[in-house]
């Protein structure tokens, strides 16, 4: 069981950029699959992009080409870079980890990309 944190969140205009951080409390290199999700309101949480330990990436295609996954196991942390942004990708964005079947998720931060 690992607590996530996420961090990088704001308001931002579209076509602009944003990194967001998903600080772990415990290591990550042996962390099966990270990855991050998002909720719209009135939507269902999606997946964003998720990478595996084996560094196999995984991409919504609404967002494959402008944002980018990344996980560094040296600062137990995942990152999610997002370019290019528009105001369909206003949501509370939600970093996820899973090991075998557990499963833990962060508490959320949000982004508003206005137009």
């Known amino acids: 069981q690992v607590q996530l944190v996420e961090s990088g969140g704001g308001l931002v205009q579209a076509g602009g950029s944003l990194r967001l951080s998903c600080a772990s409390s415990?290591?990550?290199?042996?962390?099966?699959?990270v990855g991050w999700y998002r909720q719209a309101p009135g939507k269902q949480r999606e997946l964003v992009a998720t990478k595996s330990a084996g560094g196999a990436t995984t991409y919504a295609d609404s967002v494959k080409g402008r944002f980018t996954i990344s996980r560094d196991n040296v600062k137990n942390t995942v990152y999610l870079q997002m370019n290019s942004l528009k105001p369909e990708d206003t949501a509370v964005y939600y970093c996820?980890?899973?090991?075998?079947?557990?499963?833990?998720w962060g508490q959320g931060t949000q982004v508003t990309v206005s137009s």
């Open positions: 996820y980890a899973r090991k075998a079947l557990a499963v833990n």
């Open positions: 415990g290591r990550i290199f042996s962390i099966d699959v």
